[in-house]
């Protein structure tokens, strides 16, 4: 079954920083894979998503992936933090060889924008 | 604005009361969801609906019945809960299941509290 790794629970960064999310997949076909981004009290946004086509994913609010087979992850980044960007961010794989197209998340990561 | 309306926001019952939880999208998604998520974890799958039809359920208690009226309306009965059921409870949609082509789109969910 496919599973997702997010590495460091919680992630602080000085605003204008580079932003550096880590996702790691288990899966020897290559998954569907999406970041989600959650504010407080809202629910989950999609910020970008991977399905096979460029391994450059360019999504919303400035936030980019590269999904790397070699290394079975698909880290986010964003090369400047903005104090807009505190939030929980979960990686999230679906498998494209399971029917059910189930969506299995990560365990999140915070990310933390100081000034 | 999210696109999946969800009321109420919040909700407080007692263990012996019944209530519903009601979620709405105009986007003519065919696939829709409910996810219960706890603080500082990541959502957990309860029930999908595929073409107004139960198609997945996760082993979730009887407590909880999921009703599909219509294409647009997603219920979520509510009847003799136990405290642990306290939770964020979330709503999602898709085109369909195939995530590769229609990733989620999520309610800002019903904060339930259960006395």
């Known amino acids: 079954a496919q599973s997702v790794t997010q590495l460091g629970s919680h992630v602080s960064v000085s605003e204008g920083a580079l932003v550096l999310l880590r996702c790691n997949y288990s899966?020897?076909?290559?998954?569907?894979l999406f970041w989600y981004v959650q504010y407080p009290n809202q629910g989950l946004q999609l910020l970008l998503k991977?399905?096979?086509?460029?391994?450059l994913v360019k999504g919303i609010n400035g936030f980019e992936a590269e999904f790397k087979k070699s290394e079975t992850s698909f880290h986010l980044t964003k090369p400047s933090a903005h104090m807009s960007d505190a939030a929980e961010y979960f990686c999230?794989?679906?498998?494209?060889?399971?029917?059910?197209?189930?969506?299995?998340f990560g365990s999140g990561t915070r990310l933390l924008v100081r000034p | 604005d999210t696109e999946v309306t969800q009321t109420p926001k919040h909700l407080v019952m007692g263990m012996t009361n019944k209530k519903s939880l009601k979620c709405e999208q105009h986007?003519?998604?065919?696939?829709m969801y409910w996810y219960k998520q706890k603080a500082k974890k990541p959502p957990e799958l309860m029930f999908v609906?595929?073409?107004?039809?139960?198609?997945i359920n996760e082993s979730v208690p009887s407590r909880f019945s999921p009703e599909c009226p219509n294409s647009s309306l997603l219920n979520l009965h509510l009847h003799a809960l136990q405290p642990e059921d306290s939770a964020l409870y979330l709503c999602?949609?898709?085109?369909?299941?195939?995530?590769?082509?229609?990733?989620?789109?999520f309610g800002n969910g019903t904060r339930l509290t259960v006395t």
């Open positions: 999230a794989v679906s498998d494209p060889m399971d029917s059910s197209y189930k969506l299995i």
């Open positions: 991977y399905t096979s086509a460029a391994t």
């Open positions: 986007m003519g998604h065919r696939a």
């Open positions: 999602a949609s898709s085109q369909d299941t195939a995530f590769y082509n229609s990733p989620l789109h």
């Open positions: 609906y595929s073409y107004e039809k139960l198609s």
């Open positions: 899966s020897s076909v290559p998954p569907y």
